[in-house]
């Protein structure tokens, strides 16, 4: 027994669900079994047609209007192509687990940037800072600044593992002077931070750029994909995933085909899909006991929320409340959205779920041990030749003032500021390109 306000709003949910199914049945069944149904991709491309011959705003607002109500009685979640050939907001679509993906890129991006900018210019500071307390010889401390500056710009046009041996040096640099250890640490975090962005910017990257992962997005957020996408799977999981496409799609499927596939498959996963799918086409035919046992033979061998869904549908539609509460009880647990009077097609994404992976970047954290290990080493070895005054020319660096004569705060606040403009900058760049 349900107790609270959302238990109580809930189960009201439920009974109108229930009551609106009970209504809806008939007209549902109906529509889903009429023959003359254009499949919802056919009926899209006439609308693209259509608009490439120029036809008047009042005809096309009817059609895809009757094409949105199609969608109602299809397993169809969302048809972007709609927005998107019109240039118009006709539906609502959701960001798609893709573009969400893109969206981190940019962020991870901007970061990445707005490290570098840091770690160029404490490794620029510790450079010279070192240079000037190691070398009495002016020649020597202009050599040695020399030197490292071709080692930073190499670092930063060739990356990798080169970058962070580099920078990795420099941020050493700094922990050989009690004074300066705030400031190798905050380079030492901010490289790590860096790595850690590179890492997961790859990891992003790799994953979206693989046409497999963008049909699993695809049938995850609108349940059907175009051929090209649906092409990118092999063997069994292409029959099954052009089916169930097609079926979601309103083309007429016999079940025959899907008890074919039945038999072949040797995963249980696969047969759970397909007898969904088969309980989908009893339903729609009204033979709702039959639809139940099939429903319940995918559940058996594989749980899915569709699955769920479409015996809660079924048990209502047999006014059969307790029977349809327990599995509205399940999908609550799941917040799966209660807005369909028809049952949902399910496809190869349901059994098979891909995230991006990351791989741990060995060289690259192998190298910036190195480059502080060495730092220190090398720091441990020389002795200070000499104790300069700061060389004016390099007075003029934004900030090495500061790092030079210790004042933390100012500084960091110097970092803090550059970091906001670097982020503005970045994402500048960013909305443009979008």
Known sequence: MRIGARGKRFDKKFLGIITAIIFMFPIVANAATNSSNTPIDTYLQMIEKDISRG???????????????????????????????????????????AQKIRQKIIDIDIF????????????????????DRYFSSEINRNLSILIGTILIIAALI?????????????????FKFKKKFPFATIMTIFLIAHLTGITVEKGYFHYISSQKNLLYEKLERDNYAPPFLIKKVKGIYLKVASLANNQALLHPIKESELTDLIETANNNKLKAVLYNNLGCIAFNEGKLKEAVALFKKAENLYPMTKTYYNLFITYSSLLE?????IYSEK???????????VPIVAN????????????????????LVAGIVTAIVITRILRFSSIISINPFFSYLPGYRLYYSNRYSALLLLIGVLILIEIFIGSMLCSMNL
């Open 158 to 174: 060739f990356q990798g593992p080169l970058f962070y041996l580099i920078f990795g040096i420099m941020a050493g640099l700094g």
């Open 321 to 325: 409340p307790q029977k349809a509460k």
């Open 55 to 97: 036809a008047n705003e009042t005809k096309l607002h009817s059609e895809i209007k009757s094409l949105l109500k199609i969608k109602q009685t299809s397993s169809v979640f969302y048809i972007p192509e709609i927005n998107y050939i019109t240039g118009k907001k006709f539906e609502n679509v959701p960001l798609s687990g």
């Open 112 to 131: 990445i940037s707005a490290s570098t900018v840091i770690i160029v210019m404490l490794g620029v500071f510790s450079l010279i800072y070192s240079s």
């Open 331 to 341: 999908l609550e647990k799941t917040n799966f959205s209660f807005n369909r009077t």
């Open 348 to 367: 190869i994404n349901d059994i098979k779920i891909t995230r991006p992976t990351f791989e741990i970047p060995i060289y690259e954290i192998l190298a």
